[in-house]
């Protein structure tokens, strides 16, 4: 049977759908119209017999065929890139979407001017930032990255590469001090307003270490209770009550003198800073390229 060469443009179109997770995003990403895109995905599931996709107004998402179908079509193509690299000897250069999953704070304050050099670096990368604080299921909503900050690793399954630490760091502004008065001691938060992240396992319980590395648990009342750490840095600042922090995104704010650091013998967890990815293996130039960049730029930050 005499190979048709068209099969693997199909191939290419059906990957790059997936990946991105529209027929809109597909097509700005190869520079086809939408209208190409979807009429090679319907000749495909002609040739093949099978529906690929469902498809509704607002979704995208496999079938049970489909899953198969983009396993072999990832493997053939990335054969098919290793065959070209072999014989060329060079690196195929970082292009296409790279979808990427950040928490806000951390995206906006760190992350932001490292993509702005990225950006320069590899014109042909167009990048996704999705930031928020809640726990992403990064295989089913398709992103390539993801950018976390926490005491401990979210998902062991996937591969972890350590960017920075950092410590956490309790925070009231002068207002609020001169208001309420300044505490001393961790214990004196119970009769303080508080503004806790509800992320957390347990946010109306925060955990000093002294410097004898005796733990301090101290029951706190929260006056807000919100999953945004926006809306807690926001809050502080506005005097309305005292919040922990990563260090990491205060540091003008500490230097200019809007925001005052409390219980300074004491430590708060440390946060890891770090990337997660499903696996080296078969790792595409454009998530290898922005790993290495943000290591660059921010590792041992």
């Not at 309305?240 to 260090?247: C, E, F, V, Y």
Request: a neutral charge; glycine letters at 6%.
């Amino acid at each position: 049977m005499a190979f048709n060469a068209h099969l693997l443009d199909g191939m290419i179109i059906f990957v790059e759908v997936v990946n991105c997770g529209s027929f809109t995003k597909a097509a700005e990403s190869s520079g086809h119209s939408t209208s190409y895109i979807s009429k090679e995905i319907n000749k495909l599931e002609e040739r093949l017999g099978v529906r690929l996709l469902h498809r509704t107004t607002r979704s995208l998402s496999l079938t049970s065929e489909g899953e198969v179908y983009f396993q072999q079509c990832q493997q053939l193509l990335f054969d098919a890139e290793q065959a070209e690299l072999a014989m060329t000897g060079g690196q195929l250069e970082p292009r296409g979407l790279l979808r990427i999953s950040c928490p806000i704070s951390l995206g906006i304050s760190r992350i932001r001017p490292v993509v702005a050099k990225y950006m320069m670096q590899y014109p042909e990368v167009n990048l996704e930032l999705d930031l928020n604080d809640r726990r992403v299921d990064m295989v089913a909503e398709g992103f390539d990255l993801l950018i976390r900050a926490s005491a401990t690793i979210e998902d062991s399954s996937l591969i972890c590469r350590p960017i920075f630490k950092s410590h956490g760091i309790t925070l009231a502004s002068p207002e609020y001090l001169s208001r309420y008065g300044t505490p001393t001691h961790p214990a004196d938060l119970v009769n303080h307003r508080c503004i806790s992240y509800s992320n957390l396992k347990t946010p109306n319980v925060w955990q000093f270490t002294d410097q004898n590395n005796q733990i301090h648990p101290i029951q706190i009342h929260s006056k807000v209770l919100t999953n945004s750490s926006e809306m807690e840095l926001g809050l502080c600042l506005a005097g309305q009550g005292i919040t922990r922090l990563p260090k990491f995104n205060l540091r003008s704010e500490i230097e200019q003198g809007l925001l005052v650091p409390l219980f300074t013998d004491f430590k708060l967890q440390i946060i890891n800073v770090y990337m997660m990815y499903p696996s080296r293996k078969h790792m595409s130039s454009k998530v290898r390229s922005f790993i290495d960049f943000v290591l660059k730029e921010l590792g041992d930050d």
